[in-house]
């Protein structure tokens, strides 16, 4: 009997600044087209925001990013960047997160996954402090979950983000997005 192909695994890779602002503008079609000649399959994105979801015989997560970045890069004419995640660590970042993260609609709920080499500790060190009265921040492995009342959104640490420099070691996606990912994760 002969020996049986490997199953190419299961991940996730979260892009960071496209279709944002006007800027690094890429279709849906094209990011899929770029995965599959990177020798991804099962490749899969949901919304504009950079979520391609693709199944790969290389499991080396360092080396599958650097293929992404790198084709993106020359493809596209920007500096990629991106989370790459297995099924595996993704459940268990989203099975980490608070038992009532997403579930108020009277709250923005935002997932802050770090790059590799990146601890969610270091990026809230270089943040003021969160303001525990109207915010709650929990850290897990590799992301950061976030909830705000919406009322109160513009008083939070939080929103600071996005102006500090520790901003370009993160890549944020809302409730909604992370839950509807590991969805199509386990049907994938």
């Known amino acids: 009997m002969g020996a049986m192909a490997k199953q190419p695994t299961r ?4 892009l ?5 602002g006007g800027k690094n503008l890429i279709a849906k079609d094209d990011l ?3 995965f599959e000649e990177a020798g991804f399959t099962s490749v899969r994105t949901y919304i504009q925001s950079g979520n391609i979801l693709f199944r790969s015989v290389e499991v080396n997560v360092k080396e599958l990013t650097t ?10 004419s920007y500096r990629a960047r991106a989370v790459v995640l297995s ?3 993704y459940k268990s970042a989203v099975e980490s997160a608070p038992d009532d993260w997403g579930n108020d609609e009277e709250q ?17 060190a270089q ?6 009265s109207i915010e709650k921040v929990t850290i897990a492995p590799g992301v950061i979950f976030w909830s705000v009342s919406k009322k109160q959104l513009g008083k939070t640490m939080m929103m600071k983000l996005s102006k500090s420099p520790v901003y370009q070691q993160v890549t944020v996606r809302n409730h909604n997005t992370v839950f509807k990912l590991r969805e199509l994760f386990e049907v994938m």
């Open 11 to 14: 991940f996730l890779a979260l």
């Open 16 to 20: 960071r600044g496209i279709n944002v």
């Open 32 to 34: 899929r087209g770029c």
């Open 67 to 76: 293929v992404i970045e790198a084709g993106l890069s020359d493809r596209f």
């Open 87 to 89: 099924y595996r660590k």
């Open 108 to 124: 923005k709920h935002n997932a802050l996954f770090t790059f590799d080499g990146v601890m969610p500790k270091s990026v809230l």
């Open 127 to 132: 943040l003021p402090p969160s303001k525990t």
